[in-house]
T-cell receptor
Framework: DAKTTQPPSMDCAEGRAANLPCNHS???????VYWYRQIHSQGPQYIIH???NNETNEMASLIITEDRKSSTLILPHATLRDTAVYYC????????????FGDGTTLTVKP | GAVVSQHPSWVICKSGTSVKIECRSL??????MFWYRQFPKQSLMLMAT?????????EQGVEKDKFLINHASLTLSTLTVTSAHPEDSSFYIC????????????FGPGTRLTVL
């Protein structure tokens, strides 16, 4: 599975959009981009995933560049409860695909 | 999203004893489950891939005889830490692949193991 690179930490003001970047320059054509977050002492929570097209759900939006070498997770209106470690993972959607976690980005939402 | 549970949520045991952790997919069937370990202030580290009805596949450096994995049904995988030692104290997290939901992996809430 491809390696990802994320900034170690980011701050965001409450109510503002949080934009979390992820670089995955070695991504293969059949690998999806997944985003999870982990709030302290809990298991990771699935947020969103995509292959080529931009995706949106009730939690967030995922913007994938045309060359697929990077992506951005957008939390449109961050709240204090969004403070967590956010992980970007790339993997294939087959039985061979397994999620390998990097260090993620610690997002701190401030009042 | 799909729900994955773990039991127990925390356990304290004496050195040398064995501890079993259960991972269940509550509203979907999972032919594949994964076990991770997380030490304080570190990321999740994949330990093994558990396939229903077959032997688990362990990541390099993980002792298969120490961390016994059984995936006897499509909704249950168990991890047994045998002859636990203080260095095995960690946060153990399982995940299950929901093949009916574009193959998304969902994670359990984790089990905090403390070995005295």
């Amino acid at each position: 599975d491809a390696k990802t690179t994320q900034p170690p930490s980011m701050d965001c003001a409450e109510g503002r959009a949080a934009n979390l970047p992820c670089n995955h320059s070695t991504i293969s054509g059949n690998e999806y981009v997944y985003w999870y977050r982990q709030i302290h002492s809990q298991g990771p929570q699935y947020i969103i995933h995509g292959l080529k097209n931009n995706e949106t759900n009730e939690m967030a939006s995922l913007i994938i560049t045309e060359d697929r070498k990077s992506s951005t997770l957008i939390l449109p209106h961050a709240t204090l409860r969004d403070t967590a470690v956010y992980y970007c993972i790339v993997r294939v959607n087959t039985n061979a695909g397994k999620s390998t976690f990097g260090d993620g980005t610690t997002l701190t939402v401030k009042p | 999203g799909a729900v994955v549970s773990q039991h127990p949520s925390w356990v304290i045991c004496k050195s040398g004893t064995s501890v079993k952790i259960e991972c269940r997919s509550l509203d979907f069937q999972a032919t594949t489950m994964f076990w991770y370990r997380q030490f304080p202030k570190q990321s999740l580290m994949l330990m093994a891939t558990s396939n229903e009805g077959s032997k688990a596949t362990y990541e390099q450096g993980v002792e298969k005889d120490k961390f016994l994995i059984n995936h006897a049904s499509l909704t249950l995988s168990t991890l047994t830490v045998t002859s636990a030692h203080p260095e095995d104290s960690s946060f153990y997290i399982c995940s299950a692949r929901d093949q009916g939901d574009t193959d998304t992996q969902y994670f359990g809430p984790g089990t905090r193991l403390t070995v005295l």
